[in-house]
């Protein structure tokens, strides 16, 4: 008898904070896990973590601008088992005032936070249609929703990265395949952070804060885990989440 295999929950832009929340999240549910960043030898950290909880973990080095590397990426994904998730989690965010945006800036940021999501979102589909069954999320901001002083380059990427989504959406939800994009705008709650405060606004800053005004990762995976396990009845497509403290 062939032994079933265990659905796959594949992230690209799994980093420390965001991502690893929605992967812990998959993994105490037996997903198997592939995570993608550049420098995927940070992901060892995760890895060990999701076999702790007793589920398959993959951490890949993965350039996402590359069309190469996401195809073998996703094609490996769903060698594993069913690809049933599929996250896009690039941020991208930089600042600068618009005569210090260089062309390079412009265009890597756009890379990153969009290019990078069309290709990850359409390897995902070349997948998932003909299984009529699938989610795929991408990570946004406040700025896929307007921009702001300084953030021409990230913003002008994330509002294109929220057409893709959309255009997706229209495309593939009638075919079984739930797409959604999830504004996020908060502070995670990280050590790093933590010491952006404590440097910025001296050690009371964090006394100062309100219980839960930072954002709990664990809480995020928790999200995109209710999205995938929502009824095709009522599929949400865009949800902004933030702490209740956010100001916005």
Known sequence: MTEKKAPVCAIVGA??????GIALRFAREG?????GRRNGDKLAPLGAEIEALGAKADMRSLDARKEDEV???????????PLAVVVFNIGANVHFPILDTTE???????????LSGFLTGREAARHMLPMGAGSIFFTGATASMRGG????????????????????ARELGPKGIHVAHLVIDAAVDTEWVRG??????????LDALPADALMDP????????????????????????RPYAEKF
């Open 104 to 114: 390079r800036v412009f265009r890597k940021v756009w890379e990153m936070a969009c």
């Open 149 to 168: 002083a300084g953030f021409a380059a990230f913003a002008s990427a994330k509002f294109g990265l929220r057409a893709v989504a959309q255009s997706m």
């Open 15 to 20: 980093g420390d904070f965001i991502g690893r």
């Open 196 to 205: 952006m405060i404590r440097e910025r606004s001296g050690a009371d800053a």
């Open 71 to 81: 195809t073998t990426f996703l094609d490996d994904a769903a060698a594993a088992g």
């Open 218 to 241: 664990g809480a995020v995976g928790e999200t995109y885990w209710q999205l995938h396990n929502q009824p095709r009845s009522a599929w949400t497509h865009e949800l902004d989440i």
């Open 31 to 35: 997903y198997s896990i592939f995570a």
